[in-house]
Every structure is written in C-alpha cells, then in structure tokens.
C-alpha cells in the first residue's frame, strides 16, 4: 500500500508514524517542514499521551507551565492566578510548550525513522486517476499513490481538490509577536473587548508568543489585533529590551456552522488536521486534533480496505469530533462575552472547585460534554446565581442556547 501524505505537520507525520510502523509505503511531501509557526504551541496532557511513543518530549526545549493567569477583561491588575499543576490534577493534566519547529523537527524525523521518505516537494495539485490511484503534480514533477491524505493546512490543495474551501464563518484571525528575550512558566489570557476573542501569551523557553485571536466573521484585521497585543504587552513592560517578530494566520474549525459543507473524506483520499477543520473553536487549539486525527487516518487504512477507510474515518470525526466542536462554538459566544468574562475571574479567584475545572480544560482533560454538570457539582451557587441574573449563563445551564446543547451537555 502507497500512501501520500501532503503536509509533515503534526497531523501527516502522526499518520507516516503509524503507517510507516505498519509496514506501508510512505511518502510525505513538504517543501518547509520543519518551521516555526504562529501558534502558542502548547501540549496538553492528552496531545502527551499520543505522541509518547512517538517522541521524548522530555528531551526537547521546553516550558512545563506552572499556572494561567486569566485577567479581568475591564478591570486593569485584577488578575485570577490558577495553578496547572500540583492543585490535584493528575499528571496527565500537564501542559508544555515548546517551538513549533521544534516539535515539527522531532515529528518528521520520528517519521522518517519509521521509514517514510520525505520529499521536499509543493504539492500544487493533486486528482484521482481513472484506474482509482492518486496523481499528485508537484513543482518538480509527478508521483502516484494508492491514497492521498491532506494534512496541509487551512490553504489545503487537497482540500479544495476534493471537498471545499472553509467559509469566512469557520475561520479566524490570529495575529501577534514572538517576543525575544523574555519567558515565563505560566500562560497569560484575557477575554478582549475589542471583538469576541481572547488574547495569550504561552511561554516557551527563549521566547513568548503574544497573540490576539479573533473570528474572521467580525472583520477582525491582523494589523488591528497587532495593536490591541502591543497594548497589552506595554501595559505588562514587555515591549522594552525584547525583539518583535510579527505574524499572522488564519485558523479554521468546522465547529462552526457545523460543518455541514466540508467533507473530510472520499474515494481515495481523507483530510486531516487543520485541512479538515479540526480546531477548538473556543481555545483555538489545535495540536492534538491534528495528532489524533493522524493517527485514526493510519488505523482507518490499516484495518480497513482502502474502498471502506475513508467512510470508516469519516464516521468517527463525526461521531466524537465533530459534536465537541460544535459544543465549542456554542459555548464560545458566551465565554467571550463581558460579562461572563468578569464573571469567570472573580470566580476563579474565590474557588477551588472552580479552578480545578479550568485547569483541567485547559489541559484536555476536561470535554464541553459534561462540563455543565461538572460546573453545578461546584455548588458554587451564588456565582450561577449572579451569572443568571444577569442573564449570561443561564442558557448554558437551562440547556437552551442555540446550536443545541444537550442536557448531556
């Protein structure tokens, strides 16, 4: 079996691994891999757990963060510090960050190990021949496949060969600085006023990545989500004795809007990673969908025919993917709202029930299934109470916000 892989991110070296483990012909192509990337870069403890076989995260440069520090949307100082770890999560509620070059660099060279080639070729496009095998044209010539998988990014060839190009409504903006010279062992967020969005800063270890994330939907332009990161880098003494690096990228969730007109799979090729839409529409994390999709890719084609694998993968996106997407995007309208926002610090500030459970969503360990019921088991009640007064988080507990949460929820 000869499968190609368009992409040597997380999501296409997950599935070479695996693949290549199995005993399949793999060819990865990618002219750049690995580079640096404008995301945070952040491992969450079940992104951990896939790759533990596959790389020694502990041998990398990395930043094991210690805690978030979530800010009061409006009011300046009021800062809600959270532990990470040692607060009665488990290991496996750990977070690192790390470059993404880095990580990419172990990625493909564990890959390579396992026995795929990589090809430093662009893919520009690709098509299914009349025989049922894959034709991929790249800038220096043609390579045939028994089966393509797209794990190309947001920009996709593949993607918009074979399924569909992701609507302005599915994408965002995320746009910032790597900011050299300084780092930290703990994230910073903030919900922002400016638009629904949230800025960060993910520490790595000889650097911070600074960003403001927005939904494309509202406008949003990179050079104005720049500006609101280097206020809130002055306002935290970042901006003096450091370099700036500056960036920008669209990132894609088929969470929203459901996803209804993107497939992620057909006759002879599947779609992986950000090319398939899996981001947290919330958190706009996307590393271990990437991962995770990669690897049910490798397990659909080997256990399955290669006529039966892309309805099989398929299947399973939309089964345990898709709904907690799109349970993301529901919640995410009122996790960016003012009020909620304000609501969130001061309760993380008076509870530790409260911040257990942010620690564990933020590590991976906590699903949007069952987070309504988690929250009620806090009995933190006069925090629902004011929320529903106010008349924010009453949707989220009365179940009725629409998109549909169910009671499950």
Known sequence: MKIAIVGAGPAGTMAAVRLARAGAGVSLFDPSHPREKPC????????????????DIAALPAVVVRSAHVEH????????????????????????VLSRAVFDHALVNAAVRAGARLVAEKVVDVSIAPDGSGVLRTTR???????????????????????????????????GFFV????????????????PGYLWSFPRPDHLAIGVCAPARDRARSSDLREQTLTWMRSHNLSRGTRLQ???????????????????SGSRWMLLGDAAGLVDPLTREGIYYALLSGQWAAEALISCSLAIAPRAYQERLDADIRPELVRAATLSGLFFSRAFSSLL???????????????????????????????????QWRLAGNAI??????????????GGISSTA
């Open 180 to 195: 050299h010279g300084v780092t930290s062992t703990a994230i910073d967020i903030k919900t922002m006023i400016a638009q």
């Open 40 to 55: 945070g870069g952040g491992l969450t403890g079940r992104a951990l757990d896939l790759v533990s076989d596959v790389v």
């Open 141 to 175: 010539g043609e390579h045939h496949a028994d089966f393509i998988l797209g794990a190309d990014g947001v920009n996709s060839v593949v993607g918009k060969k074979f399924s569909a190009p992701f609507s302005r409504a599915q994408l965002s903006v995320a746009a």
């Open 389 to 402: 007064r106010i008349g924010v988080m009453s949707k989220v507990f009365t179940g009725t916000m629409k």
């Open 246 to 264: 500056q960036y920008a990228w669209p990132i894609p969730s088929i969470g929203f809007a459901g996803g209804r007109d993107h497939r992620a």
């Open 345 to 379: 610090v001061d309760g993380l500030e008076q509870s530790d029930a409260i911040r257990r459970v942010f620690a564990d969503l933020v590590a991976g360990t906590q699903p949007y299934r069952g987070l309504r019921r988690r929250l009620l088991a806090t009995r």
């Open 73 to 96: 949307p409006q009011m300046i100082g009021k800062i809600a510090a959270v532990p990470l770890i040692d607060c009665g999560a488990s290991p496996a509620s750990s977070l690192v």
